[in-house]
């Protein structure tokens, strides 16, 4: 495989290998690039994610062909908050989240290096979504999880022939467990908050949205914000649109988090480098509990170059916007996914969305997915 891992602090730069490495000298998850290839947006073939294989990692594709999904105008919420809102449906990829983008890319240079066996910690779509791809490539997964995870997710996760573990306790104990059990060795930990791999596949929803608008971006891009691979995949693809000259300007990316669990909003707020230190309660958003993002000072030196926000939401709000998205535009997410329509209206207070822009909510998951357990 053409391309090198690279740490975005520091610009260390080393060659490719399976399992996620961390910066020797600024202890992040490194990154990987490769050349980007000379070519204009009318040479791409194709539909969903591979459509971009010559800016992905050079692998056989293991896919279901996740990506492609709708980019819907809003019909009542954004005329309200006096926006031009377009809803980004990634419920619609094959395990019905977005993770599938980063698991078909990571699975595939992983079966690329010949590995048989994964393991990843999650709180239930990331391994839903390996569960599937590792399935599709005749790989055998290992998924911990914490016990207190959607119950259909847990379902669905078996229903791949993945090996569960149940892991009592907060998120950050299913970290620990999977830390452990790959430190010995035989293991390779394919995780979807610190392989490079992975993030390429989010990468893709970049040049998705560039292509859904006609060769435009957004003013705005909200994302819900847990361990920051979407975040960070976005900010990524929207530089190489502009490497590649296909754009002239970024579009703005802001991260919403649930107050419940909040280190990088906190951050922001704070003004501070890197993740604040959080005791994270219990929330309906489950998906963006990660109390301490290993990626977390990635994250806050992208927002300040980029120009977005990150903000924290009211725990009885996401149950109010998840209600609002199905009433109101006739379309069913998580909780989870439903953080971003309180974070766009806090944004438009704050004035870091004006009300004039092009605003896309990334909608990550279905509402058929369920909810945490007890
Ligand atoms: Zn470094």
Redesign the pocket.
């Known amino acids: 495989m053409r391309g090198e891992l690279y740490?975005p602090?520091?610009n260390?730069s080393r060659d490719p290998v399976p399992d996620p490495v961390h910066?020797p000298?600024?202890g992040?998850p490194l990154e990987f690039r490769r050349d980007l290839p000379g070519i204009s947006p009318e040479d791409l073939r194709g539909r969903g994610i591979w459509r971009y294989a010559p800016f992905l990692p050079d692998v056989e594709p293991v896919t279901l062909g996740e990506g492609g999904t709708p980019l819907v105008e809003s019909v009542r919420i954004g005329r309200e908050l006096g926006v031009e809102l377009l809803l980004k449906l990634e419920g619609a990829n094959p395990t019905g989240s977005f993770k599938d983008r980063g698991a078909s890319v990571l699975v595939s240079v992983l079966r690329g290096f010949g590995v048989g066996t994964v393991a990843d910690d999650s709180s239930g779509n990331a391994a839903a979504a390996l569960a599937a791809y590792a399935a599709r490539a005749g790989m055998e997964a290992i998924l911990y999880v914490p016990s207190h995870a959607s119950p259909k997710k847990l379902a669905q996760i078996e229903a791949h022939g993945a090996e569960l573990v149940r892991v009592p306790g907060p998120r950050s104990a299913a970290a620990r467990a999977v830390r452990e059990a790959t430190g010995k060795g035989g293991l390779v930990y394919a995780s979807h908050n610190e392989s490079p791999y992975f993030i390429q596949g989010l990468k893709a929803l970049a040049y998705e949205l560039y292509e859904d608008m006609g060769y435009e971006v957004p003013d705005h891009v909200v994302v819900p914000l847990g361990g920051g691979g979407l975040f960070l995949g976005l900010y990524l693809g929207f530089r190489e649109l502009m490497e590649l000259g296909w754009i002239e300007r970024e579009p703005r990316i802001s991260a919403v988090q649930a107050e419940a669990c909040a280190p990088i909003a906190r951050a922001w707020e704070l003004g501070e480098v890197a993740p604040v230190r959080v005791d994270p309660v219990s929330t309906v958003a489950e998906g963006v509990c990660i109390a301490d993002p290993p990626r977390g000072r990635e994250i806050l030196r992208a927002l300040r170059d980029n120009g977005g926000a990150a903000v924290a939401v009211e725990e009885g709000r996401i149950r109010r916007a998840q209600a609002e998205l199905a009433e109101r535009e006739g379309i069913y997410v998580e909780p989870t996914s439903a953080v971003v329509l309180p974070g766009l209206e806090r944004l438009l207070r704050r004035g870091v969305v004006k009300g004039t822009e092009t605003v896309v909510l990334l909608l990550t998951g279905s509402g058929l997915k369920g909810e945490p357990g007890s």
């Open positions: 740490c602090l520091c260390y910066c000298r600024c992040v």
